[in-house]
């Protein structure tokens, strides 16, 4: 057993040809997670009063702790599953859940990965249709989002073709940097916003709905789980993979913490689901929602690509380009845009993925499913690789990350379908599209 176990740790620590490195794994999580959150999360500390500030911060540092469990549970697996040691793997999430919780485990990750990363594909799209439609507004008078939305659409379907992360890096690089540079400007306006205010700055009043909301908008703002074993499985040496979620973690929590601080004291309760509708207009304005407009569509094909995977591994579609690829995933980025022009308002669907799935994913299976694989006792296949005992204090933090995920998701996500149905209701855009964009 000893030596096959050294075989083995051998076969999982030979660098693969063309991987992500560290650097660039660390910039895909940026890219999956940074666009949307720069945007809502303003809103999201106002909903949750200033301590929406250190939930921010707290949820940063879980969510790096939870990827990192993640990461170490995949490695596990691999260990003990020959077929997942060489060559590339589609299915790294739920193949995590499968061997803790079996066939269960298995389902329930990839229905959440698969409402995840298609409720993240809706907001995307509709974050960019939106931000167009209001840069063409001053030249486009009866311009709806509902028609951009489209055009967006079948703008990025050839893109959504592309393979796996390892073959599109540079979208991820691209995505990066425009929400970096994107984060100085908006920053700066906000500040310039904040030297010409007059007048009290008012707050809005805090109840357990808005709280709860806000805990599932910042929860959706830090939930880049999901994707995150796709990532890890393109990486030159996946136990490495810890590094990058800290840098990419890092990365993000410097671009929302300013942009969330400067918007709750700057503009209080006239803050709104985007922040660029309360930010004066301008050349600033305008060169931030091109660059968010970018980030939006690049981490589309970031975000929607595990998606795709997962559900062509149930069709059984070929892993290299074919026929197959083009039709399978052109009718997903379709299904998108028809629940995009459906449910027009971003920020109900944004708490309510967050508060659900997202949670799920980020702060309740991770570490329950790392515990499992730790405790399972050895079986006799000669594969089979037993784990040592987790320190007591590790279970205790694991077990607390998984109450705190259980009780503030289910809060969440009562309060976003109850703000989603009653307060938030919008006209489909295939019903009168400019009703929808509020036209």
């Given amino acids: 057993m000893a030596d096959n176990e050294v075989i083995i740790q051998q076969q999982m620590s030979e660098e693969r040809q063309g ?3 560290i650097i660039t794994c660390a910039v895909f999580i940026v ?5 949307s959150g720069v945007l809502a999360l303003p809103a999201a500390v106002e909903g949750a009063g200033w301590s929406g500030l250190m939930l921010m911060v707290s949820c940063c540092l879980i969510s790096a702790y939870t990827g990192n469990i993640l990461g170490k549970a995949w490695m596990i697996v691999r260990k003990r599953n020959v077929e ?20 269960f485990g298995r ?14 594909g809706v907001v995307f799209l509709l974050l960019a249709s939106i931000n167009i439609a209001n840069l063409l507004e001053p030249y486009w008078k009866d311009v709806s989002f509902c028609y951009i939305g489209a055009i967006v659409a079948a703008f990025l379907i050839p893109f959504s073709w592309l393979g796996t992360p390892a073959d599109f890096w540079f979208v991820a690089v691209g995505a990066t940097c425009a929400t970096a540079i994107a984060c100085c400007i908006l920053l700066g306006n906000i500040i310039y916003d904040g030297e010409k205010r007059t007048g009290a700055l008012i707050h809005n009043e805090i109840d357990f709905t808005t709280f709860s909301v806000a805990f599932g908008t910042i929860c959706f703002g830090f939930g880049g789980h999901p994707a995150f074993p796709t990532f890890q499985a393109d990486m030159k040496r996946q136990k490495d993979f810890g590094w990058a979620v800290l840098i990419g973690y890092l990365i993000v929590l410097a671009m929302y913490f300013p942009i969330s601080s400067a918007g709750y004291f700057v503009y209080g309760g006239q803050t709104t689901d985007n922040i660029l509708d309360v930010v004066s207009r301008g050349p600033a ?15 589309f094909i970031i975000v929607i690509n595990p998606f795709c995977q997962e559900i062509e591994h149930l069709l059984h579609v070929p892993t290299h380009f074919s026929f197959k690829r083009i039709i399978s995933r052109t009718t997903i980025v379709i299904v998108v845009l028809f629940v995009a022009e459906s449910v027009p308002h971003f920020g109900s669907i944004l708490s309510l993925v967050g508060g659900s799935t997202t949670t799920l994913l980020a702060y309740i299976c991770p570490p329950l499913f790392y515990l499992k694989l730790c405790r399972q006792k050895p079986t006799k296949d000669e594969n ?6 987790v320190p007591l204090h590790t279970k205790i933090i694991n077990y607390e990350i998984i109450a705190v995920g259980f009780i503030a998701g289910v809060a969440s996500t009562y309060s976003a379908l109850k703000s989603l149905i009653t307060d938030h209701f919008t006209v489909p855009c295939y019903v009168d599209p400019f009703k929808a964009a509020g036209h």
């Avoid at 589609?90 to 066939?103: L, M, S, T, W």
């Avoid at 089979?384 to 005992?389: A, Y």
Wanted: net charge negative.
């Fill in 384 to 389: 089979w690789i037993p784990e040592p005992e």
């Fill in 107 to 120: 389902n329930l990750v990839s229905v959440s990965i698969n409402f995840t990363l298609f409720g993240v």
């Fill in 285 to 299: 304005h305008t060169v931030v929602s091109i660059l968010i407009i970018a980030h939006l569509m690049l981490g």
């Fill in 19 to 21: 991987g992500l490195s």
């Fill in 84 to 103: 997942f040691q060489t060559g590339h793997v589609r299915y790294p999430y739920p193949a995590i859940g499968e061997a803790a919780f079996g066939k």
């Fill in 31 to 35: 890219g999956e997670i940074a666009g």
